[in-house]
């Protein structure tokens, strides 16, 4: 008798620990389905609190680059351009978490949702080379970084 009864109550405490958790929303965490990661939502392919900018916008009948992101990682890491012309920037998000593609000196960024592309223009660029990253926290420090060496023409 005296087991059935620890068992009746060890799983009526479970119920009301599971039922607890299924109500709402409590202090930035939610169940499942409501927003699961609450202010790290851009773990899950949200964009972080203040990385959700607008994107630069596309150059007309300007070359188009294609870049992809992974996690965590882009695809070329290296991009070359020759100076003084207008290039666009497809970031193309292929990987689970959200990712943006910034280049910090010239101004630019693009950002995507897992699964979206998005394109951005870059008008006559001097020579140089600049550091392509992406600024979502943490994503940098594992290896979302690149460089686009824009090359003087002869």
């Known amino acids: 008798m005296r087991n059935r009864t620890l068992l009746i109550v060890a799983v009526a405490a479970l119920v009301l620990g599971l039922a607890g958790l ?19 939502a851009w773990m899950m392919g949200a964009p972080a609190q203040g990385h959700d900018e607008p994107a630069s916008e596309p150059v ?15 695809e ?5 351009v020759p100076a003084g012309e207008a290039v666009n920037i497809r970031l193309t998000n292929e990987g689970f978490f959200f990712h943006d593609l910034t280049i910090p000196e010239l101004d630019f960024h693009i950002n995507a949702r897992s699964g979206e592309s998005v394109v951005g223009g870059l008008a006559e660029l001097p020579p140089g080379e600049y550091r ?11 290896g979302m970084v690149g460089v686009l060496v824009v090359e003087a023409t002869n």
Do not use: L
């Open 22 to 40: 299924a109500t709402g929303p409590t202090q930035g965490w939610q169940w499942p389905g409501n927003g699961f990661w609450g202010p790290h």
């Open 60 to 74: 007309a009948g300007a070359e188009t680059i294609e870049v992809r992101a992974f996690d965590f990682g882009f």
């Open 76 to 80: 070329p890491a290296r991009i070359v």
């Open 132 to 142: 392509v990253e992406c600024t979502v926290p943490g994503h940098a420090e594992m």
